[in-house]
């Protein structure tokens, strides 16, 4: 999502901002930024990384500016050169000045500034209406009559590159480790509430020491393993060599939400399960579980929170799983796309 600086610096310019991209013409550089809550990743369209020399004297010009910027990572090649940045919203304007100082620098140095299409690798004149294609992560500038003569070879050459990063990778397998470790996290959460449960009831027991208030909180604490969801889930998917890009994404997620569920049911009941005595089947338990519920709004209510906290603390694990600049990009490893 393209922070409030950044759009305005699109519409100033006259950029694009669709797709989870700004992109378009800026200052005579085919640019693009993609922006996430702490990451913004530059490219810019140039063969500047064909020519070391001349790289080697526009970098070095930020050495001095480097941790003002916060670079922690750069890519060059032949076609691009993409630096990412470690920025909050609130300081995306460093990404525009970054830019400016490098085209400054650029230009200071009489740089061939010529910007060629990604699939004819002629030059694209100044004001010459062009496509844009979504390889991989990195949007590239085509001559408009270049993407349907040269969109097969583009599918095939990522089809070629998706094969080759998931080498004796398989999805299933994958699979069943995320399965597996989903009942894992589902067992935990069992074992974390049933734990809580016995510990309250002792302390409740002990009416000199108790504490009300102390134990409302206590009684919410399992909703915090919700964060580890989506991270165990994963490294069990990892562990069985998952294929990765958008179905690893989708697995985890979706079994993170339905461990979380399944967690929440059982952690809930068969803590009273365990710990109630009497010669009771988990069947009657829950039976009566669903009467307490009705009769009583507070027990009703105690339920509902610790259900929504946990799928709350779920999501949160989401989010700080997935929105790093690494699974961004991984993310994208067989797209291609034409954006407009």
């Known amino acids: ?40 990743i530059l490219t810019i369209i140039t063969k500047l990384g064909d020519d070391k020399e001349n790289l080697k004297k526009v970098l070095t010009s930020f050495n ?7 670079v922690n990572d750069s890519q060059f ?4 050169l993409q630096f990412t940045f470690n920025l909050n919203n609130d300081k995306a304007k460093l990404v525009v000045e970054f830019i400016d100082k490098f085209i400054d620098f650029y230009r200071d140095n009489a740089l061939d500034e010529t910007t060629f299409c990604h699939l004819c690798n002629k030059p694209i004149e100044q004001g010459e ?14 001559h408009e009559n270049c993407y349907e003569q040269g969109k097969e070879k583009m599918q095939k050459s990522a089809k070629e590159k998706y094969a080759e990063i998931n080498k004796n990778r398989s999805f299933v ?20 509430y049933t734990l809580k449960e016995y510990l309250l009831t002792e302390l409740s027991s002990d009416t000199s020491s108790y504490d009300t208030n102390a134990a409302n909180l206590f009684h919410y604490l399992p909703s915090l393993l919700g964060i580890a969801a989506p991270f165990l889930i994963d490294a069990g998917y990892q562990l069985l060599k998952g294929t990765r890009g958008n179905k690893r994404y989708a697995t985890i997620i979706i079994c993170s939400y339905v461990a979380a ?5 059982f952690g809930f009941s068969l803590s009273i399960f365990f710990l109630i005595e009497g010669d009771y089947t988990y069947g009657e338990i829950v039976s009566q579980i669903m009467q307490i ?9 105690s339920f509902i929170i610790f259900a929504v906290l946990t799928l709350v ?13 690494k699974e961004v990009q991984e993310s994208e490893i067989a797209t291609i796309d034409k954006l407009k």
């Open 129 to 142: 209406k062009v496509s844009t294609v979504d390889v991989q992560g990195i949007l590239y500038p085509v």
């Open 293 to 301: 519920m009705k009769i009583y709004p507070s027990f009703r209510l």
């Open 313 to 325: 603390f779920t999501t949160v694990g989401v989010i700080i799983k997935f929105t790093t600049t």
């Open 173 to 192: 397998k994958g699979l069943i480790g995320a399965i597996l470790f989903s009942i894992l996290f589902v067992a935990i959460l069992i074992g974390m």
């Open 77 to 80: 090649n032949s076609e691009y």
């Open 64 to 70: 001095e500016d480097l941790e003002k910027y916060c």
């Open 261 to 265: 569920m399944l967690g929440i049911w």
């Open 1 to 40: 999502m393209a922070s409030i600086f950044i759009k305005n610096f699109a519409i100033e310019n006259d950029l694009t901002v669709d797709y989870g991209y700004t992109y378009g013409w800026y200052r005579g550089f085919y640019i693009s930024i993609k922006e996430g809550m702490s990451y913004k």
